[in-house]
């Protein structure tokens, strides 16, 4: 079984940044592994995701350019750096582990979630 730890998120001003991490543990750290975010009223959406080498990586066309995906698999850790917030970035961010190496782009393509963390840009 594996479990992941969310980190970081947070209250910050448009134009600011933010760092989340997610920490697995539980079996070893192989997985493609995805973030999503979901905020009131609305339905889960894909962020970005990428792959266990790190070397295949996607955006959602909203962050691309903005938001930076990254791993250290010696420290079981995917981060999601978060630049030029908007306030339309609010959400509850959610990491997530995929049982494939294939990234996968959709919420039920994953089968393992970190606990969800606030992310709040205000304008």
């Known amino acids: 079984q594996v479990q992941l730890v969310q980190s970081g998120g947070g209250l910050v001003q448009a134009g600011g940044s933010l760092r989340l991490s997610c920490v697995a543990s539980?079996?070893?750290?192989?997985?493609?592994m995805g973030w999503f975010r979901q905020a009131p009223g609305k339905e889960r959406e894909f962020v970005a995701a990428?792959?266990?080498?790190?070397?295949?990586?996607y955006y959602a066309d909203s962050v691309k350019g903005r938001f930076t995906v990254s791993r250290d698999n010696a420290k079981n850790t995917v981060y999601l750096q978060m630049n030029s917030l908007k306030p339309q970035d609010t959400a509850v961010y959610y990491c997530?582990?995929?049982?494939?190496?294939?990234?996968?782009?959709?919420?039920?393509?994953?089968?393992?979630w970190g606990q969800g963390t606030q992310v709040t840009v205000s304008s």
């Open positions: 539980g079996r070893t750290f192989m997985y493609a």
């Open positions: 997530a582990g995929r049982s494939n190496v294939v990234v996968g782009t959709k919420p039920n393509e994953y089968n393992y």
């Open positions: 990428i792959s266990r080498s790190g070397g295949v990586l």
